[in-house]
């Protein structure tokens, strides 16, 4: 058995936990901001929250828990060489580990959970949303079987974090290959149904592309899951975890955070249009300048209508004017007979003067 005398200062004192703890904090801090400014966005200023908002707070609470556990594995010394580990080190890092597993499953499927729920307010097309609902359930089911395939890894539970008690454990790497594989493919299905869902629009063909990008932003998580499976082969090759382990670790934290960031970017449109207009001033104008035109074309329309009545008015006017001269020729009395018109009224007219509806 080597001892750290058989290794070089330089090898002992190898530590990357300041990279690590660098990425568990910073991503997590970005998640939280984009969160927080997706609920005022949503609570106050459009005034429509939903179940999709309180699923992506749920994920953030647990990706925190995931980047806490990580924490706690760096402080047992993740990210060092084995050899200068104690026994009580290895354990508690492995007692981490377990834990940042669930938190991690469970941070990422109500990522997808929220993204499916986004899908489903903005979808009324059935085969579509059999889509989504079908994706929804996936998500859950392999949420219950990740949950329990992770408990059950390893019999008795605790000879996960200390292979000294008797028992056995399932080839790990293959229930980690397997459920890397199954997340990959969920990340592929939420990109792809953007284009099903939007695809009957009529919008112009680069606002549509603009909108699938959008909608798909969530499923960008994908590529830290591609990354994370490479990592996921270093440990289970590895001869030295605690030194491999910061890539799985690193990644994961990424994948979880970048998935709820991304999640949460399509609903700020309206917190950006509020206080950055002009980002979003020719799209504003073009439809003001829609609703302009047709506000114009039917007072145009009100105007016609109301001098035809008035033209009938007169004629009306007229014809009972002619029957009253007959009537006085006959009794040698003139009448005079004055029938009043009404006078007009305002018109408001939207981004234009008032206009007097007056006889022609």
């Known amino acids: 058995m080597a001892t750290t005398s058989d290794f070089s200062p330089e090898y002992l004192n190898a530590n990357?936990?300041?990279?690590?703890?660098?990425?568990?904090?910073?991503?997590?801090?970005?998640?939280?901001?984009?969160?927080?400014?997706?609920?005022?966005?949503?609570?106050?200023?459009?005034?429509?929250?939903?179940?999709?908002?309180?699923?992506?707070?749920?994920?953030?609470?647990?990706?925190?828990?995931?980047?806490?556990?990580?924490?706690?594995?760096?402080?047992?010394?993740?990210?060092?060489?084995?050899?200068?580990?104690?026994?009580?080190?290895?354990?508690?890092?492995?007692?981490?580990?377990?834990?940042?597993?669930?938190?991690?499953?469970?941070?990422?499927?109500?990522?997808?959970?929220?993204?499916?729920?986004?899908?489903?307010?903005?979808?009324?097309?059935?085969?579509?949303?059999?889509?989504?609902?079908?994706?929804?359930?996936?998500?859950?089911?392999?949420?219950?079987?990740?949950?329990?395939?992770?408990?059950?890894?390893?019999y008795p539970v605790a000879k996960f974090w200390d292979d000294r008690i008797p028992g056995g454990c399932v080839n790990k790497a293959g229930l980690w290959y397997g459920n890397a594989a199954i997340n990959i493919i969920q990340d592929i299905w939420l990109i792809t149904l953007p284009i099903f869902i939007l695809r009957k629009l009529q919008l112009p063909k680069r606002e549509k592309i603009s909108l699938i990008l959008i909608l798909g932003l969530g499923g960008f998580a994908s590529l830290a899951s591609v990354f994370r499976l490479h990592a996921l082969y270093i440990v289970a090759i590895s001869k030295d975890i605690t030194w491999d382990n910061p890539g799985t670790a690193t990644w994961s934290a990424m994948e979880l955070n970048i998935g709820i960031i991304c999640a949460s970017l399509p609903t700020l449109r309206a917190l950006l249009a509020k206080h950055f207009p002009r980002v979003f001033h020719s799209s504003t104008s073009r439809r003001s300048y829609h609703h302009q035109r047709t506000d114009e074309s039917d007072v145009q329309k009100k105007l016609v209508r109301q001098q035809e009545d008035l033209e009938a008015a007169q004629n009306r006017a007229i014809v009972v004017r002619e029957e009253f001269d007959i009537q006085s020729e006959r009794k040698d009395s003139p009448v005079s007979l004055s029938l009043p018109v009404q006078a007009p009224e305002m018109i408001q007219v939207p981004h234009m003067a008032q206009i007097a509806r007056h006889p022609l």
């Open 16 to 154: 990357k936990g300041p990279q690590i703890l660098a990425i568990i904090i910073v991503f997590p801090c970005l998640a939280t901001i984009t969160v927080s400014l997706r609920l005022y966005t949503r609570f106050q200023i459009v005034h429509n929250a939903s179940y999709e908002d309180f699923a992506i707070l749920l994920a953030l609470i647990f990706g925190i828990a995931t980047s806490i556990c990580q924490g706690f594995q760096v402080y047992n010394g993740m990210g060092r060489h084995i050899q200068v580990l104690t026994m009580h080190q290895g354990i508690g890092s492995l007692k981490a580990l377990f834990a940042s597993i669930m938190m991690y499953n469970f941070g990422l499927t109500l990522v997808k959970l929220s993204i499916c729920l986004q899908y489903l307010r903005i979808t009324v097309d059935k085969h579509v949303r059999r889509g989504i609902l079908a994706l929804f359930w996936v998500t859950v089911a392999n949420c219950v079987q990740t949950f329990v395939t992770g408990v059950l890894s390893c």
